[in-house]
């Protein structure tokens, strides 16, 4: 037994409260002279790979959530495949406005969001609630018979969507270290990946079996049918995902001071919020320029990525017909997430970030020159599974910021809905760059693209630049408060908040991640 083992304190079941409190550090007794160090005892180890794989197996119900989600979002070009546009009476510009719309309304709702969940506490009603509301919303779009009709439910199903993929990012925040949480946020941007792949094969089924069905068209039945699916799955993950790890109803008492003793122990203080409003929270992020920089790189991704609305258009240009092209659109997506899951496995295993994020910026990059340069049908499919490795770089923007705001939860909870909200502004502005009378080599789509990714890549190294400076200053004696900004003093127990802790006069320091 080492010497760090032998000074774990246990938490024994009469150590927990019976109740929704957090669990501090200080709660669980130390011994005299241990330097008042906690660590995880070896049988509580254990216990963490146990839990670790119940906490997973509940979180695939949020992963289900975001597939239902991005289907929901992402069936319109099929539909557009067979007559919506057409049907619809749209030019392309009312075509483009369409589906722009939709990150109007999911652009405005995620930070109020975001801090209503870290209020009300409970995922497992908050969440399927909204997915209730955007499968009805799904529905009503298939009974629309104009472009107003069309515009006014993209823009309410961008509304009702919007708490999903902040509010998950933010609960996975709340369960996993830093060394995990790459890989959990894969898996769950792996349901773009899946939804992207199952759009194609779900579309090309639903748009052949029911089209002319009770005298209507198949894009009609798509959007019934996904929404039909979209609620029902809602009522089921009331009984699935959890809660927050102080309040979850799922885990025993132990086993809840377990989760949060073993995500305290990686910051040195509990997971909790003093009494902040949302002015202060908005102020203590805005005025980060770490967050600003994570933002802007999200941005410029963004852009390079927006070919994702209009991949079966891409995909048409290969010259097949429109089930062939909806079906050749699975495997470019299929490879994606086996290339992402594979980089934020070795990005968790290194500790390392920003070395995994811009290396897919720059194959999508090469995706983008090929594209560019032939149309002719073999380079160009090569390239398209290329450009979407795109993805494997943007999903670990997400747990970079969440390692390097780990306190307090409100903070990081505002920050996370900030950056993707304000981010797919870029969304927007992508929605417009398809044009058809581009078609169909799209060059100045793909040069656009290119100047974003080089645009995301100095954003990321720019954020590198300046925590390899912060992390300097904590190695001269400064420190981060509990609002999550530098302060200069001088090392010592008092100041140490955070990002530090003192053991036998030896300094186990917090860092942020690079």
């Known amino acids: 037994m080492t010497e760090l083992d032998r000074k774990a304190i246990p938490i024994s079941e009469p150590d927990i409260k019976p109740n929704d409190e957090v669990f501090h550090l200080e709660d669980v007794p130390t011994k005299p002279g241990d330097g008042g160090i ?119 199903l961008g509304w009702v969507e919007s708490p999903l993929f902040p509010g998950a990012i933010f609960v ?23 939804s992207n792949a199952l759009n194609g094969l779900i579309s090309a089924g639903i748009l052949a079996g029911t089209d002319g069905l009770r005298g209507h ?59 902040m409003s949302l002015l202060t929270t908005l102020k203590l992020v805005v005025t980060d320029i770490k967050c600003w920089l994570v933002l802007l790189s999200v941005f410029g991704q963004l852009i390079a990525q927006s070919f994702q609305q209009f991949f079966p258009t891409i995909v048409a240009t290969l010259g097949y017909g429109s089930t062939d092209s909806l ?12 290339v992402a899951y594979v980089n934020a496995y070795y990005s968790d295993k290194r500790g390392r970030r920003f070395e995994h994020l811009i290396g897919p910026y720059f194959i999508a990059l090469i995706g983008f020159i090929i ?21 494997a770089g943007y999903l670990l923007n997400y747990p970079w910021l969440s390692a390097i705001i780990p306190r307090p939860p409100a903070k990081r909870a505002v920050a996370i809905a900030f950056v993707n909200s304000l981010g797919n502004l870029a969304t927007v502005a992508g929605s417009f760059i398809f044009p058809t009378k581009w078609a ?26 300046h925590l390899v400076r912060l992390n300097k200053k904590m190695d001269q004696g400064s420190y981060i408060d509990e609002n999550g900004r530098m302060q200069v003093a001088a090392l010592t127990n008092e100041a140490l908040s955070g990002s530090q802790r003192v053991a036998e006069g030896n300094v186990t320091v917090w860092r942020y991640q690079l």
């Open 38 to 156: 906690v660590v995880l005892t070896a049988e509580e180890k254990a216990r963490v790979k146990h839990l670790v794989r119940r906490i997973d197996l509940r979180m695939l119900g949020i992963v289900l959530m975001y597939i239902m989600n991005q289907l929901d979002r992402s069936n319109m070009p099929a539909a557009r495949l067979k007559g919506f546009q057409k049907d619809l009476k749209m030019t392309d510009s009312e075509y483009s406005a369409v589906i722009s719309i939709l990150y109007v309304g999911y652009i405005f709702a995620q930070v109020p969001s975001n801090l209503l969940l870290n209020y009300c506490g409970r995922p497992s009603l908050y969440l399927p609630f909204w997915m209730v509301c955007w499968g009805i919303v799904s529905a009503c779009t298939g009974i629309c018979t104009s472009f107003a009709g069309a515009f006014v439910c993209r823009l309410v």
């Open 327 to 338: 079906l050749l659109t699975c495997p470019p997506w299929v490879f994606a997430g086996i």
């Open 371 to 391: 594209a560019a340069t032939t149309t002719k049908p073999g380079p160009r499919y090569v390239s398209m599974f290329l450009m979407c490795t795109v993805n």
């Open 217 to 275: 068209p198949g894009w009609r039945w798509l959007f019934w049918i996904d929404g039909a699916m979209t609620i029902f799955l809602a009522l089921c993950m009331v009984f699935i995902i959890p809660d927050f790890p102080h309040n979850d109803r799922w885990l025993s008492f132990s086993d809840r001071a377990l989760a949060q003793k073993r995500l305290a122990l990686e910051t040195g203080e509990a997971d909790e919020d003093s009494d």
């Open 440 to 465: 169909p080599r799209y060059y100045q789509t793909w040069a656009v693209m290119c100047v974003a990714i080089a645009f995301a890549v100095t954003m990321a190294l720019s954020l590198r630049l």
């Open 172 to 194: 996975l925040s709340k369960w996993y270290t830093r060394k995990e949480l790459a890989k959990r946020v894969t898996m769950l941007w792996m349901a773009n990946f899946i």
